[in-house]
């Protein structure tokens, strides 16, 4: 039975599985857990496999289909039950523009109470899975970087952003060979091989993990080598090679359905069963083990090492330069005309053009500086989008809050010329009923949709346009504060800081991967008490101790400063 419903509510939507519940005789308590497929492309095979799925595993399947570019806002819904849903129940959920934001209030309402949650990516990962506002509620996270563009280079993301309960069936494909290279392991006399091959493509994120499983199982760095001439042209692992004192170890695929084993005792080659698993496979195993995969993120963190370097994400970038000014006033009105000139030349070259505002007095200025300028360079503020580095998670008209100090002398003047309310990209607060940790999550998720998640975690790219930065007295930048634990978070795109030595103590912060990919950065500065965290900023890149010599634009990193601000930088 099929039920569609158009421009409706989550609620609207449960109270028709329950009618069409109540008229097919079906009920929920078999149902053993809630399965979201976050679908960016075709939905149909995914579906596919959660259908065949589910007759091991009964689930109510929550497929997110999402267009968040429509011009026009809402949600249509199509409802399965009984036989069109296997031994499920599945509600396909297209949402469009602005419903996007909320997300999560949307699918909570339809998940089964005191159930396990899986959220799958079946195309597109989030880089940390376990900050994207959906997998934050999910016991387990399931991605496929084979399906990515890019495919290593997404492997690469999921690691830095790995979490427990994060998976991937690159991973999962590689059960099979996993088991039967350790049977052949223990074939006697046990030894440690003294060299370990894999043949297959370096591009296959299978083949990148099993080299890495096997480098990490046995302490012999694995190489990946090409398959052999004539071989045929199979995706994913082509054979294995154990190079032992007594002899040879090898297991070669030969068809999509078995592979040859020989032996250092047997080298006539044995034909093994061993077919290509579907998807419905992989998905049906991810679903029987909902607790942590600890060795998957091991593998991971074999195969790729992380990041311990924070001031890694602003080595190698032209060197900053300084635009000193007379006064505070001054240095915001150089600051926006700068601003404005970027922002212009970003809209020639692209279709819309991402700004990030801050706080502070210079900040402030800067901002109301910003519309007169915007309007003198010719930007099409339609175009626009404007962001936040930092928020203070307080209530939404306290005048603690950077967006307060800059809704009058910025965003209502742009508002007015034609910018759309939609692009205005505001950090929760407390009155939007989250968690500071969701808070983050879900403003981190806003960056990532809008296109910054791949970004974000590659270097030589940029997101944002303009980055606009004030600097404390202590060199912070952002409410990255200098010996601060909050400051090594990387793995999300916005994390909480909590225990802020500057109040108020909770804050959201975006981190150092994503302040360090922007174009062009502008950090604002003006009065005396600011010039020795200025002149420190000018020296080593050292984000620890001087957050504020860490950040770095693509293209320009400009120091806009007055002179009692760069009194210091002849010391």
Known sequence: ????????????????????????????????????????????????????????????????????????????????????????????????????????????????????????????????????????????????????????????????????????????????????????????????PTKVEVAGSEENPSVVLMAAWLSRSLGVDAQIVDPSDGAPDYAGVHGVRLTREDGTIDLTRVSDEAIVLTLPTDDSGQHVTMPRRTLNELLAEELRRLDPDEVYGEVLATAFSGIDDMGTYASGKPAPTDSISADAEAVAADAAEATAAQLATALEARSSAHLVVTGGTVGTATAKALPAALSAAGVDVSRLHIWWGDERFVDPDSSDRNEVGVRDPLLEPLQEAGLPARNIHVMPSPADGMSLDDAAAWYGQQLDLSGGDEPFRTRGRAFFDVLLLGVGPDGHIASLFPEHSDQRSVSASAIAVTNSPKPPPERISLTWPVLNSARHVALLVAGEEKAEAVAAAHGEINPWPVPASAVRGLESTTWFLDTAAASRLDD
């Open 1 to 192: 039975m099929i039920t569609t419903l158009t421009d409706t509510t989550a609620s609207a939507i449960d109270k028709t599985m329950i009618e069409m519940r109540e008229t097919f005789g079906a009920n929920t308590i078999g149902r053993v857990l809630t399965l979201i497929i976050i679908a960016t492309g075709d939905i149909e095979e995914p579906l596919g496999a959660a259908i065949s799925a589910s007759h091991e595993h009964p689930a109510r399947v929550l497929v997110v289909h999402a267009d968040p570019d429509a011009e026009t806002s809402g949600l249509d819904a199509e409802i399965r039950v009984g036989r069109d849903a296997g031994a499920g129940e599945i509600v396909i959920l297209r949402a469009r523009g602005d419903i996007m934001a909320s997300l999560d209030t949307l699918v909570m309402a339809l998940l089964l109470p005191d159930a396990p949650i899986v959220t799958w990516w079946p195309e597109s990962a989030p880089s940390s899975p376990v900050h994207d506002v959906l997998g934050s509620m999910s016991q387990r996270r399931i991605t496929d970087s084979a399906a990515c563009s890019g495919p290593i280079a997404t492997l690469k993301r999921l690691r830095r952003g790995y979490s427990h309960g994060d998976s991937d069936l690159a991973w999962s494909r590689l059960t099979r060979w996993r088991g039967l290279v350790a049977s052949a392991y223990e074939v006697p006399p046990v030894s440690v």
